[in-house]
C-alpha cells in the first residue's frame, strides 16, 4: 500500500484516485470482504456515498463506471451504474447507463418503488418499455432457437389461481421440427374462461370455453354465432345438400335442404323458364321475395298482391300492385266504366260559368276534381281522374260551342247595324246635296 498526498495505493507506487486499487495477476481479482458469523444477513460489503454541501435534491447520487485502457494509456468510459436519489430522503433508483460514442445514455432504471423503465426514465408500471424510432425494429424478441419436437418460443401469464403448467395463458410459436404441429402460432386459455378479441376499446369477438365463437355476441351459442350481416364470396352447407334443393328455415331459424317440391320445405320448383307451363313459387301460406345488393325489391305476398320498393304498408282496398318509385311506361292501359259521353246528353246541366267562377274562388279548384291536399292524403286514381278530365274538356267544349254561337249572333248583329250606319251616312250626304 502506498500514500501520497492524500492518494492511497494498493499495488500501485503512483495512485491517481483517492483510492487506487492495481492488480497485475489475471488471476486473483481484486475484491471488498466484510465478515459476519453468521449466514443469514444482509450487509453492504462496499459503500459509495456522494456527498454535496447544499441540499439533497432527486436525481443526485454516487455512480461506479466502467473503464478500460490499452498498451497506449487511454482510457475508454464504457458504462456505468448509479444510484439518485428519488422522491423523499431514503428513496432512491438504480440507473444502467452505456456510452456511445463517448456519450452516456440512460437504458433501465429501477425506481424507488420497484417498477422497472427500458427506454424510460419514468416507468408507471412494473416493466415499462419505450421506443421512439421510426422503424420496424422489434421491441420484445421471444425465441427459442432450438429445433426439437418439442420446443417453442411462448410468453405464458398467470392470475390468482396458480402458475403450473395447466393454468393461466399464453401465445407461442411452436419450432419448424413440432411434432404436431410445426411452425405453429398458438394462442391459448388454459382456464376455464373466454378469449376474447377487441378494436377502438370494445369487443368484437369472442371464443367461448365451450369453443363457440360469438362476433358480436358475448354469449355464443352455436359453434358461431353472428350478431350482424355476413359478406362472403361463397357458402357451403354440405349436409344434406343435393341439385334441385333449396335452403329453408323453420321457427328458429335453423336452417336444412329441402326438396324444392311438395309441401314440407314450402316451396315448389319445377321445369325451367323453356316450358311456361312449370312454376316456383311457395306452396304454404308464405310470400315471395326477390333481393339483389341484401335489399329487397319485390315482395309476392302470400294474397297475390305485388310490393315494389318496399313501399311498407299497402294502402286499403283492393290493391294487387304497390310501387314506391317511379314508373316508366310506354304506353298503360286501363279499364274504366261510366265514361263522360253523357256530357253531351240534352238533358245534362251545365253549370253557368258564374257558379263555375263562384266555386273556384271559395274552393281553388274545379268542381269534381280533387284538391291537392286530397290527392297528397288519398293518391289519384288514374282511370277516375282521366274521367273526370274528360267530362271537364267536354264542358269546356260546349262552353266554347256557347260562346261561338253568341258570338255569331253578334257578327250577325254588327252586319245589321253596320248596314245601317251606311244607310244614314248616305241619307246625311243626300240631305246635304239638297240644301246646297
Not at 308464405?286 to 302470400?302: C, D, H, K, S
Not at 294487387?320 to 266504366?337: H, I, R
Not at 273556384?360 to 288514374?382: F, M, R, T
Request: glycine share 10%; aromatic share 6%; charged share 15%.
Amino acid at each position: 500500500m502506498y500514500y501520497n498526498a492524500g492518494y492511497v495505493g494498493i499495488g500501485t507506487g503512483a495512485p491517481v484516485y483517492r483510492l487506487h486499487v492495481l492488480e497485475s495477476s489475471t488471476s486473483v481479482p481484486g475484491i471488498f470482504e466484510r465478515h459476519f458469523t453468521t449466514n443469514n444477513n444482509y450487509a453492504a460489503a462496499l459503500v459509495l456515498r456522494l456527498s454535496t454541501s447544499t441540499s439533497l435534491t432527486n436525481g443526485f447520487g454516487p455512480a461506479l463506471t466502467f473503464q478500460a485502457s490499452g498498451i497506449s494509456g487511454i482510457v475508454n468510459n464504457l458504462a456505468n451504474i448509479g444510484a439518485v436519489r428519488t422522491g423523499s430522503d431514503n428513496s432512491g433508483s438504480l440507473v444502467f447507463n452505456t456510452l456511445n460514442g463517448g456519450v452516456a445514455s440512460e437504458k433501465l432504471r429501477i425506481t424507488n418503488i420497484g417498477n422497472v423503465g427500458i427506454g424510460n426514465s419514468n416507468p408507471i408500471s412494473n416493466l415499462d418499455i419505450l421506443r421512439n424510432t421510426n422503424d420496424a425494429t422489434p421491441i420484445i424478441i421471444v425465441r427459442n432457437a432450438n429445433v426439437g419436437s418439442g420446443a417453442q418460443a411462448r410468453m405464458c401469464f398467470f392470475n390468482n389461481l396458480g402458475n403450473s403448467s395447466s393454468n393461466g395463458a399464453l401465445i407461442g410459436l411452436l419450432s419448424s421440427n413440432y411434432s404436431a404441429l410445426p411452425n405453429a402460432f398458438q394462442i391459448w386459455n388454459r382456464e376455464n374462461g373466454v378469449l376474447r378479441f377487441g378494436t377502438n376499446n370494445a369487443e368484437v369477438m369472442l371464443i367461448a370455453p365451450t369453443g363457440n365463437v360469438g362476433i358480436g355476441s358475448s354469449a355464443p351459442a352455436e359453434k358461431l354465432d353472428v350478431n350482424g350481416n355476413i359478406k362472403a364470396t361463397g357458402f357451403v352447407l354440405p349436409t344434406d345438400a343435393g341439385p334441385g334443393k333449396v335452403l329453408t328455415s323453420d321457427a328458429t331459424g335453423n336452417a336444412t335442404w329441402q326438396a324444392a317440391t311438395g309441401t314440407s320445405s314450402g316451396w315448389a320448383l319445377t321445369g325451367n323458364i323453356l316450358n311456361p307451363g312449370q312454376s316456383i313459387g311457395s306452396t304454404n301460406n308464405a310470400g315471395f321475395n326477390f333481393i339483389t345488393n341484401n335489399q329487397e325489391r319485390v315482395r309476392i305476398q302470400a294474397d297475390g298482391k305485388v310490393v315494389m320498393g318496399n313501399p311498407g304498408s299497402l294502402p286499403d282496398g283492393d290493391v294487387l300492385l304497390a310501387v314506391n318509385g317511379n314508373v316508366f311506361s310506354k304506353k298503360v292501359k286501363v279499364t274504366q266504366n261510366g265514361w263522360a259521353d253523357y256530357v253531351f246528353d240534352a238533358g245534362y246541366r251545365l253549370r253557368p260559368l258564374s257558379e263555375v267562377e263562384q266555386f273556384i274562388q271559395q274552393h281553388h279548384h274545379l268542381p269534381e276534381v280533387p284538391s291537392a291536399a286530397e290527392v297528397e292524403k288519398n293518391g289519384l286514381d288514374l282511370g277516375d281522374n282521366q274521367a273526370t278530365l274528360l267530362k271537364k274538356i267536354e264542358e269546356l267544349t260546349l262552353y266554347v260551342i256557347e260562346q261561338n254561337k253568341k258570338i255569331h249572333e253578334l257578327t250577325e248583329q254588327n252586319k245589321v247595324l253596320e248596314h245601317l250606319r251606311n244607310d244614314i251616312e248616305s241619307l246625311k250626304k243626300r240631305m246635304q246635296t239638297r240644301e246646297q
